[in-house]
């Protein structure tokens, strides 16, 4: 009996209409644009502003367009899939209000916290389940609203990031194309170098917190940068390894939007030019776990059907991974 592989069938997306540019952060905190350029490759990000819209939000909407683009009746999902940071409440799930504005009522959801590694864990997870045959048909969402939990008078971290939502559709595979292999990793960082100290168990949030803005991500920016440009770059030459590909057989390399300087560095550690590799992050900044589907969204008509394409992120927590996929969708 032949092995069972999921693929992508559809993508879908959701990004706010409100555009905070660099030039905005320069009238709220002390810096530029050439020098969050230089350093980010950051131009604007998108952010929330909407009242009584949230991550459920923006994953709905993410997740409708996917559906609809693949012409599927939403009562037709089995599972839906959320990866975030930045629920709407630590409960009810994310995914289980998604679920609900869908119409997806044959569907089980969970969310899934990984932080900027967030979709790929996502997507192998949901891919496992339809290599089980138990599952045809899984919705991968990440999607963060990362403005929630920014200190806008911190320049160190308000310059990276942005808002926003991307889903994947999986079904199972009719030919050698979809998800071929995948690696995941984590390293606890005992060291908290990159998180948000209060609001969890540990330290539940009282007025003392709220007042020393502890509801915020705080981090160790250098030590981070240096992590995330070794694991994205070690993980995405370690599947091309496992999998005998060289540089000529890659297609394209879709790596979390952190900072342009980290995804030219994993390119050329994987000697793979510039034209190759998607890029977004000028518009968009760090989305944490929307980045990687934004990305598939906005190349979506250039890719071809059984293009081979690496998958790459690193989060906090630490956690790191890549996906191999053979593109499924034909043009």
């Not at 660099?22 to 952010?47: A, C, F, K, P, Y």
């Not at 240096?226 to 370690?238: F, I, L, Q, W, Y």
Request: hydrophobic fraction near 40%; charge should be negative; include cysteine.
């Amino acid at each position: 009996m032949a092995q069972i592989k999921s693929k992508i069938s559809s993508v879908g997306h959701y990004v706010p209409d409100h555009v905070l540019t660099n030039h905005d952060l320069e009238q709220m905190v002390e810096t530029n644009d050439e020098w969050i350029r230089t350093r980010t490759g950051i131009s604007e990000r998108r952010i929330l502003k909407d009242p009584g819209k949230a991550t459920a939000f923006m994953s709905t909407e993410a997740g409708k367009e996917a559906l609809e683009l693949a012409g599927l009746d939403p009562a037709e999902l089995d599972a839906i899939i959320v990866a975030t940071v930045t629920p709407d409440y630590m409960f009810p799930a994310t995914s289980c209000l998604v679920q609900n504005r869908l119409g997806a009522r044959n569907a089980f959801a969970f969310d899934l916290s990984a932080a900027c590694s967030g979709f790929i864990y996502a997507l192998s997870t949901g891919s496992m389940m339809i290599e089980s045959g138990r599952y045809k048909k899984v919705l991968v969402i990440g999607s963060d609203t990362m403005s929630s939990i920014i200190d806008y008078t911190d320049r160190t971290t308000c310059i990276i990031f942005g808002d926003g939502a991307g889903a994947v559709l999986l079904e199972t595979s009719d030919d050698e194309t979809g998800i071929i292999d995948f690696v995941n990793h984590t390293e606890g960082d005992e060291e908290c170098l990159l998180y948000q100290p209060a609001g969890g168990s540990l330290h539940p949030a009282t007025e003392d917190t709220v007042k020393a803005k502890q509801h915020v991500i705080m981090q160790d920016g250098r030590a981070v940068f240096k992590r995330a440009t070794e694991g994205m770059a070690d993980v995405s030459v370690e599947i091309m390894e496992r999998n005998n590909l060289k540089a000529d057989d890659v297609a394209w390399l879709v790596p979390h939007q952190a900072n342009k300087r980290i995804i030219d560095a994993i390119a050329r550690r994987m000697e793979l030019p510039e034209e190759k590799v998607m890029s977004n992050i000028h518009k968009f900044g760090n989305t944490t776990a929307a980045t990687i589907p934004l990305c598939l969204y906005d190349w979506k008509d250039q890719l071809a059907h059984g293009d081979n394409i690496i998958l790459s992120a690193f989060g906090g927590g630490f956690t790191w991974g890549s996906v191999y996929l053979k593109w499924s969708i034909k043009s």
